[in-house]
C-alpha cells in the first residue's frame, strides 16, 4: 500500500475547535483504507448484536475463550444481547462460526467522558475452533518507536455517514509518540499514557464500526481503535494501548483458567466419590 508521509506539523491546526466526537456516541471506521488480502487478520472479529446481527464494533481473538474490544462497545449492555462473528473477511457472504458471550469484563476505571481505560474483554461460552481463517493474536509488550507502522484492520465506512463495507478493509498507519499526539490534541488530558496514537494523511484513518480493532505490529497485537476526530481529519487518532493494559488482560485471563482449572478437579473428586 503506497502512503503519502506527512510531517507532523499538519497538526498545529486548533483541535478544540472541533467536536471530539466521544466513543459512547459514534463507531470508529476505517476511512480510506483498501480490501484486506486474503488471510489478512485471522484474529479479526466482528461484535455484532444478537437480534439485528449488524455489526457494531471491532475486536480480537486473544484466547481460545476471549476477546478483547474497547468498552464503549459493550457500555450499558448484557453478555446475551452479543455474538460475535469468527474467521471471515465478509460479512454477507460467510459460512463462518458464531460464538456468544457469556460475560463481560470492563475496566474498573474505564472513564467514557475521560476517554480513559476504554478497554473490555468477553469471554465466551465455547472455546474458538481454530483454523487457517481463525487465529488469537499475539499480544505485544515493547515500546513503539518513532516511524512504526501499524496494520489497523476492520468494517468500518468508507466515509463519514457512509455505509459499512462488507469486505474487511485494512490500511497502515504511523505510530506518533505521546507528546506530539498531545500537543496536536491541544494538550488535552483526553490523550493520556494509556493511548497509542497513529497518524495518516488527512483523509485516511479512523472514521464511524472500527471502534474496538485491532493494531497490529509485526503480527502483534499493540492497540485497540478507541476516538478520533471523525472522520480522518489531519489528527491523530487515540487507541488503547495493550502494553499499558497488561496486568488488566492477563489477571483476568489467568483468573479464568484457574476457576477452570477448578471446575475440573471438583468434577473428578465428584466421579471418585
Not at 446481527?53 to 480480537?60: K, Q, R, T
Not at 455474538?83 to 476505571?109: A, C, F
Not at 501499524?150 to 466515509?159: N, Q
Not at 492497540?223 to 478520533?228: D, I, K, R
Amino acid at each position: 500500500m503506497l502512503l503519502i508521509l506527512l510531517p507532523l506539523v499538519l497538526f498545529t491546526s486548533s483541535a478544540a475547535s472541533q467536536i471530539l466526537y466521544p466513543p459512547q456516541y459514534t463507531k470508529n471506521r476505517i476511512v480510506g483504507g483498501e480490501e484486506a488480502a486474503a488471510g489478512l487478520a485471522p484474529y479479526q472479529i466482528s461484535l455484532q448484536g444478537i437480534g439485528s446481527g449488524a455489526h457494531s464494533c471491532g475486536g480480537a481473538i486473544i484466547d481460545e475463550r476471549w476477546i478483547i474490544t474497547a468498552a464503549h462497545c459493550t457500555r450499558g449492555r448484557q453478555a446475551t444481547a452479543f455474538r460475535v462473528l469468527t474467521g471471515t473477511q465478509d460479512l454477507h457472504q460467510n459460512g463462518s462460526k458464531y460464538y456468544y458471550p457469556d460475560r463481560i469484563v470492563e475496566h474498573s476505571n474505564y472513564a467514557p467522558r475521560k476517554y480513559r481505560n476504554d478497554i473490555a474483554l468477553l469471554h465466551l461460552n465455547e472455546s474458538i475452533v481454530f483454523d487457517n481463517a481463525t487465529q488469537p493474536v499475539e499480544l505485544d509488550h515493547e515500546a513503539l518507536v518513532p516511524g512504526s507502522r501499524l496494520l489497523l484492520t476492520g468494517w468500518g465506512t468508507l466515509s463519514l455517514g457512509g455505509d459499512v463495507p462488507a469486505r474487511l478493509q485494512s490500511l497502515e498507519v504511523n505510530y506518533v509518540p505521546f507528546e506530539q499526539c498531545r500537543a496536536a490534541h491541544d494538550n488535552s488530558t483526553r490523550v493520556d499514557i494509556g493511548h497509542v496514537c497513529t497518524f495518516n494523511d488527512k483523509g485516511r484513518g479512523a472514521c464511524h464500526g472500527d471502534s474496538g480493532g485491532p493494531l497490529v505490529h509485526n503480527g502483534k497485537l499493540v492497540a485497540l481503535v478507541n476516538w478520533g476526530l471523525p472522520c480522518a481529519k489531519g489528527y491523530p487518532d487515540a487507541h488503547a494501548s495493550i502494553s499499558y493494559y497488561h496486568d488488566f488482560i492477563r489477571t483476568h485471563l489467568s483468573l479464568s483458567k484457574t476457576d477452570s482449572s477448578e471446575d475440573i478437579e471438583e468434577e473428578m473428586i465428584a466421579l471418585q466419590d
